[in-house]
Every structure is written in structure tokens, then in C-alpha cells.
Nanobody, 119 residues
């Protein structure tokens, strides 16, 4: 199975930038699409960005043009570069990986990293 560990969260002022990292370990050869979700207090979890094994990306409308997802296959790591951050970006950011196990796709999740955008 796959284990995911996120890092890079913290406190940043509006307009600032942060880069989140998510390192995968374990059966990394079974990983397909990876991505980031986020969950703000009192709100439902929402998809932020995804990246496939071929490098195709997809973004939520709320982050298009500000966030960039990338992937280093040699390091089994996915990144989320967040620029022009807004207070409404404050949330716990969770990395996920789709993995092929027991002839079906399942989802592995990281523990989450908190991003706070505030002056």
C-alpha cells in the first residue's frame, strides 16, 4: 500500500505564496492520479487540483491561474505551488493518490497540512 506525507503548510499573508509537498512511499508503482483536496472549517472537502501519470492537470475554478500542481516521478512526490493566496484559501490541504490494489482502484490519503492565509 501507499503512504503519503505532506509538508509545507503554514501561515502566510494575503498575496503571498506557499509550496506544499506530498511524498509517497510503499508500493509507489501502483500509483495513478495524484492530487490535492482541501477542507475549510465548516465546509465540505473540495478538489483543488489533480495530475495524472501522463502529466495532465485539472484545477478547481477557484484556484486556476494561481495554483500549479506538478509531479516528480523520480522522487514520488507531488507539489502544489500556491501563489496570490487569499484568506478563503485557508484550509487543511490533503494529498491523495489513486492506487491499483487487489485489481481495483482505491484512494490513499495523507494526514493533511494546514494553510492559513491571514494578515
Amino acid at each position: 500500500q501507499v503512504q503519503l506525507v505532506e509538508s509545507g503548510g503554514g501561515l502566510v499573508q494575503p498575496g503571498g505564496s506557499l509550496r506544499l509537498s506530498c511524498a509517497a512511499s510503499g508500493r509507489t508503482s501502483s500509483i495513478g492520479t495524484m492530487g490535492w483536496n482541501r477542507q475549510a472549517p465548516g465546509k465540505e472537502r473540495e478538489l483543488v487540483a489533480t495530475i495524472t501519470n501522463s502529466g495532465s492537470t485539472n484545477y478547481a475554478d477557484s484556484v486556476k491561474g494561481r495554483f500549479t500542481i506538478s509531479r516528480d516521478f523520480a522522487k514520488n512526490t507531488v507539489y502544489l505551488q500556491m501563489n496570490s493566496l487569499k484568506p478563503e484559501d485557508t484550509a487543511v490541504y490533503l494529498c491523495y493518490a489513486r492506487e491499483w490494489v487487489y485489481s481495483t482502484w482505491s484512494t490513499a490519503w495523507g494526514q493533511g497540512t494546514l494553510v492559513t492565509v491571514s494578515s
